[in-house]
């Protein structure tokens, strides 16, 4: 008897992301490349948008353009967010040449990206944003 295999669920398909971006077009962009990969995206287009939408433990990343807010701003939100919810990652969208860094942008230093799936994903999001 013919039994179909069954499809594998991706590591992917439980992960959530924050996208905080002004600019509505390479907000959806990035947003379409995570989804594409089974990631639950959810988008705001300001630090007070995002301020709604996160909840403690919520999410597994955080994706945060630095370049178009204060950087007084940024480091409150994230501080905010790394004293209520110490496990969830914070990544700066800080454009060429790192693109992404997990450190702030004034300590931005090449790290390279997470290996297995989600690496995969995050390469396949640079290269696209």
Known sequence: ???PRLRRRSVLSCKRVLLIDRCQATCEVRASVLRNQGVEVHAAADLSGAR???HPNSYQLIMLDTRRY???DVLEFCERIRSASPRERIAFLVGPPNYLSFTWPGEVIAEDAPSGQWGETVKRF???A
Do not use: G, K, R
Request: net charge neutral.
């Open 126 to 128: 640079l290269a696209a």
């Open 1 to 3: 008897m013919y039994q």
């Open 52 to 54: 709604f939408l996160w």
């Open 70 to 72: 204060s950087p007084v």
